[in-house]
């Protein structure tokens, strides 16, 4: 499809793992990233990788690429409720600047 | 990473009006900046690629006589919103491309 397709919503309770789906749409993107929107402001980069990787671990933070699929994946390991934002996953095609991002997925981490 | 300054944080005018948001480079050097559009609940939406000293690169859709960036500096880019209505209102964020993709805060616009 033409859109970076995100799951819209997910719920977890503080402790637990969170994962966090997205369908890319360009199986040569160069780089593909996860942003962090906490309510009212701008874009918080969590992390990044590369195409060339299959995996990338971060402290709390896992991304896993599947190229095949193009699909990605964040893990948040022992999600707190300061975790609660919108997640948007973002790709840059080839030969553009620009990156392209995920519908966004609201995640609620309870207490 | 960069360093991104954008205000106003928000914004209210009058429908007719115009308002500018000005977006500024703290310690890189942009020669390229971009302007997104974020709907309540929405994704970002790219509007336009503002280019230094240079006329700006508009996304399909988007008006260019309605919506003037001007990119005079490395360090500053501007969208001015001219004679905006009730629908232009929305939660406009620009950003720049440094060591990676670096945000600014956004600018909430609100036309009455």
């Known amino acids: 499809g033409e859109d970076v397709e995100q799951s819209l919503f997910l719920s977890v309770r503080e402790g637990d793992s969170s994962v966090i789906n997205c369908t890319y749409t360009d199986s040569s993107s160069t780089y593909l990233y996860w942003y962090k929107q906490e309510p009212g402001a701008g874009l918080q980069l969590l992390t990044y990788?590369?195409?060339?990787?299959d995996m990338k671990q971060d402290q709390r933070l896992t991304v896993l690429l599947n190229k095949k699929d193009k699909h990605l994946s964040l893990r948040i390991a022992d999600t707190q409720t300061g975790d609660s934002a919108i997640y948007f996953c973002?790709?840059?095609?080839?030969?553009?600047?620009?990156?392209?991002f995920g519908t966004g997925t609201r995640l609620l981490v309870s207490p | 990473g960069a360093v991104v300054s954008q205000h106003p944080s928000w914004v209210i005018c009058k429908s007719g009006t115009s308002v500018k948001i000005e977006c500024r480079s703290l310690?890189?050097?942009?020669?390229?900046m971009f302007w997104y559009r974020q709907f309540p609940k929405q994704s970002l939406m790219l509007m336009a690629t503002?280019?230094?000293?240079?006329?700006?690169?508009?996304e399909q859709g988007v008006e260019k006589d309605k919506f003037l960036i001007n990119h005079a500096s490395l360090t500053l880019s501007t969208l001015t919103v001219t004679s905006a209505h009730p629908e232009d209102s929305s939660f406009y964020i620009c950003s720049l491309q440094g060591n990676g993709y670096t945000f600014g805060s956004g600018t909430r616009l609100t036309v009455v």
């Open positions: 990788i590369f195409s060339n990787m």
């Open positions: 310690d890189f050097q942009a020669t390229t």
């Open positions: 503002s280019n230094e000293g240079s006329k700006a690169t508009y």
């Open positions: 973002a790709e840059i095609k080839p030969g553009f600047q620009k990156l392209v």
